[in-house]
């Protein structure tokens, strides 16, 4: 085979991968956001289908698990193709993740549906506004090799964290006086906290998309000492 037709194959290889991890992300945001519609419109047969859904992103992250191991084998990628073809399959891992966290908030959607109406639930919207937001921008990190941006997601992820611990405070309060209401608060509290983790994750795939455009290293800078650089990894 000539140096022509591999370079051709890797392109398409690559291609197919970035698409892959790219269809993945729009499926678990789709799920996310059909789990919040569920909670805040009391539908349960959305909350159905977000659960029913989740196996389409499984079975996307065993593609491109294989996908990214095929490229690695066959045509040894160096440098930022290296990196492109880890950092996808990193996303689908995290992508994965996040998509559980939609089915839990779709699980609990339908229990605190069965009773009577939850006031506090809209509570959780601008949560979900916030961390649907940073997961937007670390795709398109992803997407365009844009490191400035993956890297600014940290300090918007400190906003979500005191968004989140501010909900669960005044969730907390009102389970003292909750009048039959304890169980469905306590459903709110853990939808709550599986939005704040699935800003965490995004954050993670922020961090990727640094080590994608720029070949640094920054998940742990904040333990570092001020004089220590970030090392480069090709």
Do not use: W
């Given at each position: 085979m000539n140096s022509q037709h591999i370079f051709r194959d890797f392109d398409k290889a690559i291609d197919a991968l970035k698409g892959e991890v790219i269809t993945m992300a729009s499926l678990a945001r789709q799920n996310l956001e059909r789990a919040m519609r569920s909670l805040l419109e009391r539908d349960i047969d959305l909350a159905r289908t977000v659960i029913a859904d989740d196996s389409d992103v499984?079975?996307?992250e065993r593609k491109i698990d294989q996908a990214g191991m095929d490229i690695l084998v066959r045509f040894h990628p160096m440098a930022s193709d290296l990196r492109l073809v880890i950092t996808s399959?990193?996303?689908?891992?995290?992508?994965?993740r996040i998509s559980d966290h939609a089915v839990t908030i779709a699980k609990r959607s339908k229990k605190i549906c069965k009773s009577?109406?939850?006031?506090?639930?809209?509570?959780?919207?601008?949560?979900?506004?916030?961390?649907d937001s940073i997961l937007r921008d670390a795709l398109t990190a992803?997407?365009?090799?844009?490191a400035e941006l993956g890297e600014s997601l940290k300090a918007r992820d400190k906003e979500l964290d005191q968004l989140h611990?501010?909900?669960?405070?005044?969730?907390?309060?009102?389970?003292?006086d909750s009048n039959g209401r304890a169980e469905n608060l306590l459903h709110?509290?853990?939808?709550?906290?599986?939005?704040?983790?699935?800003?965490?994750?995004?954050?993670?795939?922020?961090?990727d998309a640094v080590f994608l455009g720029e070949a640094r290293d920054i998940r742990h800078d904040h333990r570092k000492p001020s004089s220590q650089k970030p090392t480069l990894l090709g």
């Amino acid at each position: 085979m000539n140096s022509q037709h591999i370079f051709r194959d890797f392109d398409k290889a690559i291609d197919a991968l970035k698409g892959e991890v790219i269809t993945m992300a729009s499926l678990a945001r789709q799920n996310l956001e059909r789990a919040m519609r569920s909670l805040l419109e009391r539908d349960i047969d959305l909350a159905r289908t977000v659960i029913a859904d989740d196996s389409d992103v499984d079975d996307l992250e065993r593609k491109i698990d294989q996908a990214g191991m095929d490229i690695l084998v066959r045509f040894h990628p160096m440098a930022s193709d290296l990196r492109l073809v880890i950092t996808s399959m990193k996303m689908a891992h995290n992508l994965e993740r996040i998509s559980d966290h939609a089915v839990t908030i779709a699980k609990r959607s339908k229990k605190i549906c069965k009773s009577s109406p939850l006031e506090e639930a809209s509570l959780a919207e601008p949560l979900y506004s916030m961390a649907d937001s940073i997961l937007r921008d670390a795709l398109t990190a992803y997407t365009d090799s844009n490191a400035e941006l993956g890297e600014s997601l940290k300090a918007r992820d400190k906003e979500l964290d005191q968004l989140h611990k501010q909900m669960i405070s005044s969730l907390s309060a009102r389970l003292e006086d909750s009048n039959g209401r304890a169980e469905n608060l306590l459903h709110l509290i853990f939808v709550a906290r599986s939005i704040e983790r699935i800003g965490d994750l995004a954050v993670n795939m922020g961090e990727d998309a640094v080590f994608l455009g720029e070949a640094r290293d920054i998940r742990h800078d904040h333990r570092k000492p001020s004089s220590q650089k970030p090392t480069l990894l090709g």
